[in-house]
Nanobody, 125 residues
Framework: QVQLVESGGGLVQAGGSLRLSCAAS????????MGWFRQAPGKEREFVAV????????YYADSVKGRFTISRDNAKNTVYLQMNSLKPEDTAEYYC??????????????????WGQGTQVTVSS
């Protein structure tokens, strides 16, 4: 059983930055990929970014590429999402997720086995 707890969300003006954290417990953190997803009101959950177990591979949604950076610290069992140049359309609940089964990194929500409770990010214009 893996537990994931996100933090770092909040209210920020457009153009600002936030760093989200996701602390994991249970399982072997350094053996599985971690992803970030988001869901805005009335919309489906969408992929944001993923990082491989080693941190050597990352992949981003086109909408955040060049503005967001995913990273991980396996010694601290934590994955991060640095978000810069935030836009109002980035407003959403952000979730981290753990993929214990897929051999490669995935942007498909059903590939993920465990999810955090989410942290709200609101970007004002």
């Amino acid at each position: 059983q893996v537990q994931l707890v996100e933090s770092g969300g909040g209210l920020v003006q457009a153009g600002g930055s936030l760093r989200l954290s996701c602390a994991a417990s249970g399982g072997t953190f350094s053996s599985y990929a971690m992803g970030w997803f988001r869901q805005a009101p009335g919309k489906e959950r969408e992929f944001v970014a993923v990082i491989s177990w080693s941190g050597g591979s990352t992949y981003y949604a086109d909408s955040v590429k060049g503005r967001f950076t995913i990273s991980r610290d396996n010694a601290k069992n934590t994955v991060y999402l640095q978000m810069n140049s935030l836009k109002p359309e980035d407003t959403a609940e952000y979730y981290c997720a753990a993929d214990l089964r897929t051999a490669d990194i995935s942007d498909y929500p059903l590939a993920y086995d465990y999810w955090g409770q989410g942290t709200q990010v609101t970007v004002s214009s």
